[in-house]
């Protein structure tokens, strides 16, 4: 399909190396296919009716026709037309056809809304399958970004649903939306934009917002979070629906407002990850979390799911029943969505025998990596570090050489302990450091002394946690220090050299990347908590084995 629009828009000669590459074209077609006119675009109104006659009817008629064979011209044509870096910093990533219906089919079972809501409606995806699947819901679509809006109203209008729709170009906090008689659905896929890019006036309305409710906010929440608490502020008692969203609020601190909301304000009643086990869909890249929720009712255990998705759809798995109580103590769900792995008779957590801990971040390997710049340093501040995944890769279990390691420049906070000659040479190389603002940057910045890395000690076990492989676990016999490209595995109580190598060896051997998290492509991670808790066997029965 795409190829052949492609190829269609090439003789429309409408410019860009496409053919048909503005999004001024894309408007025109938009207008073409009897999309409203939209506020924020009056002003080049006339153009756009210009515009629309020149594009081949033909071309418009084929659009339509795909429109209503179920696909997203429009959708696809946008990201093709707007570059997927500008795309992903208004978190303007569509949801795949398979999942947008899945996702509807789930909202059927829950009963028939009498409104759809898509906060973020993009191409309209959402409410053109919800205005399909519910012959007389009212639809609405909040977008604030103005082109996505008039996608969402042509594609509604080919699909022949303008008249029961709505298209408001506004920001989806701020939207009034009318009290309706009977239930509204929100679905949709919130947009995923992280905080540093959020707005302080906005960060400021989420925490007060929040704390008015008594939940736990941090500025670090991303877009998504402020969609869910708008979401809990315009939902009525007896409103439900579904988002799907990137998975990391699972986890992470800064995810608590979501997980409060879904226990306390939306009615949570179900989490399903979805795991990209192959890359079906080349704009979803990582886990997602598909939330349903039903406001006004208080479930006593909440439903978890994974899915897979695979070429064409979604795989499901055994749902999982998880009591309100637990989830509430938990600080991270995604692991409670795995079954249970029990482990033979003495076997125990890693996390038991060994703290997990990332390497540190230097903030700019460039300069603190040893090269033509760092000459003349004491040696007493260089320090051979592993610093890239395929060091421990290559070692095959035992680092037992460093000389292939690169040295990292780890400079003490007090630097008064050097001697006269030995200062210059530290002056020097910071004062280099400091002409390319290293010292400004983020991590720099926050250190205590900018120019101190502040390495780890050396760990005994050394892990990789990202790849498209199980990790790889190294006995680190020389001691070399790690950056934030590897684990160190730090036993809590000192453990025999015999039960460091079985260890090691069992690791190597026994972890799979089942027990890591899968981003899309198979890539694996392993975050320091998740790799505490694969199974091992005890000290005792690491001793009883033969070798
Ligand atoms: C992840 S996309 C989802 C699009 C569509 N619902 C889908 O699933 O294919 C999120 C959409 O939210 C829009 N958006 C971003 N910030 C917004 C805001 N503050 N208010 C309303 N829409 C916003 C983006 O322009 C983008 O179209």
């Known amino acids: 399909m795409k190829a052949k629009l492609r190829m269609d828009a090439a003789q429309l000669a409408l410019g860009g190396p496409l053919g048909f590459a503005t999004e001024r ?33 033909g071309f418009v008629a084929q659009v339509r026709r795909e429109i209503a064979n179920g696909n997203d011209p429009l959708g696809e044509l946008f990201c093709e037309v707007r570059s997927s870096v500008s795309r992903r910093s208004q978190g303007a990533v569509y949801t795949p056809l398979p999942i947008v219906r899945w996702m ?44 996505a809006a008039l996608l969402t109203r042509a594609h509604l209008a080919a699909a022949g649903l303008a008249c029961r729709a709505r298209v408001v170009v506004e920001d989806y906090r701020a939207v009034a ?27 400021q309305w989420l925490t007060d917002q929040a704390r008015s409710r008594k939940l736990q906010v941090s500025q670090l929440a991303g877009l998504h979070a402020h969609f869910y ?33 879904f226990l306390e304000f939306l009615g949570g009643r179900s989490i399903v990850v979805v795991e990209p086990s192959e890359r079906p869909f080349p704009d979803a890249l990582a886990t997602g979390a598909v939330t349903e929720f039903e406001v006004g009712t208080r479930p006593d255990s909440i439903r978890f799911e994974r899915v897979a998705t695979v070429a064409g759809g979604l795989a499901t798995a055994e749902p999982r029943m998880i009591c309100r109580e637990r989830l509430e103590s938990e600080r991270r ?17 890693l996390g038991e025998l060994c703290r997990v801990h990332r390497g540190q971040v230097t903030g700019a390997n460039k300069v603190w990596t ?50 006269a000659s030995e200062r210059k040479a530290i002056d020097r190389f910071l004062a280099a450091a400091r002409q390319q603002g290293v010292h400004l940057g983020y991590i720099a910045s926050k250190r205590r002394a900018w120019w101190s890395v502040g390495l780890r000690t050396p760990a005994p076990i050394l892990a990789t946690y990202m790849a498209r492989r199980p990790p790889a676990f190294v006995r680190n016999v020389v001691n070399a220090r790690h950056i934030n490209i590897a684990h160190g595995l730090y036993p809590r109580e000192p453990l025999a050299e015999a039960v460091l190598e079985r260890l090691t060896k069992y690791l190597a051997t026994g972890t799979s990347t089942q027990d890591g998290r899968t981003y899309a492509g198979g890539l694996t991670k392993f975050e320091p908590r998740e790799m505490e808790r694969l199974l091992v066997p005890s000290p005792g029965l690491l001793m009883q084995q033969t070798s």
Do not use: C
């Not at 439900?240 to 800064?254: M, S």
């Open 177 to 203: 939306l009318p009290r309706i008689g009977g239930r509204t659905a929100f679905v949709g896929n919130p947009p995923y934009v992280r905080h540093h890019l959020i707005e302080a006036r906005w960060k």
């Open 333 to 349: 769900w995604s692991q409670l969505t795995r079954s249970v792995r029990r482990g033979p008779e003495g076997y125990v957590e």
């Open 25 to 57: 074209d894309l408007v025109a077609l938009a207008a073409a296919l009897d999309a409203v006119e939209v506020p924020a675009l009056s002003s080049t109104e006339e153009g756009l009716l210009a515009l629309r006659s020149e594009l081949p009817g």
């Open 370 to 419: 040893e090269g033509p710049h760092s000459a003349k340093l004491p040696d007493s501040v260089l320090f051979r570090t592993v610093t890239r995944a395929r060091e421990l890769f290559q070692a095959d279990g035992r680092l037992a050489s460093d000389s292939m390691l690169r040295r990292i420049v780890d400079l003490p906070e007090d630097l008064s302990v050097f001697s």
């Open 229 to 261: 608490l708008a979401t809990a502020l315009h939902a009525r008692p007896g409103d439900f629906g579904t988002f799907i969203t990137a998975a990391e609020w699972l986890d992470v601190n800064y995810g608590s407002l979501v997980r409060g909301l």
């Open 104 to 147: 509807l089919r789930r909202i059927a079972d829950q009963g028939e809304p009498a409104r759809v809501v898509d906060p973020g409606s993009g191409s309209g995806r959402f409410l053109v399958e919800a205005g399909r699947a519910f012959p007389r819901a009212e639809l609405v679509g909040v977008e604030l970004d103005p082109v």
